[in-house]
């Protein structure tokens, strides 16, 4: 963790300090993002706009303007005159959620499962093959050196 405070009266002109805060957040959020934890768990949609029709795209202005107009919850939360940031969270999530199954039902779609990674080739690979390759390799290196001492 580093801190400081800055005094910025040469740079602003006023006696307002700037406050640096670093933390090292990395055992924490290391390798635990939300995205690839998703990703593991379900497969993704692929939506195909280039096949979608003008017939697809008007479906899904009428279904949408529906599924708006009946979702309670949201036109709750949208009328309070003060949200809190629990009612906003609501509001994206409806708004996403809507989006997202009126695409499904309406827009030509298909599901792309997860796969994952190809693990690196590691240096010391004790395979034979993986061993043979790289003798092969070095015996070329040894063979140019002692032909070519340059």
Known sequence: MFTSIENTDNVTGSDHHLVTCMLDTGDKIRNFNIASRRRRDKPRIVYDYKSATTYDWENYRDLSNTVFADDRLLLKSISKPIPTQQDVDFMWKSIVF?????????????????????????LLDIRPTGLLAKHESLRRIIRDIEFNPD
Do not use: D, G, M, V
Not at 99 to 121: G, L
């Open 98 to 122: 809507n989006i997202s199954e009126t695409a499904k039902k309406t827009i030509p779609h298909k599901p792309i499962p997860y796969r994952r990674p190809q693990k690196p080739i590691k």
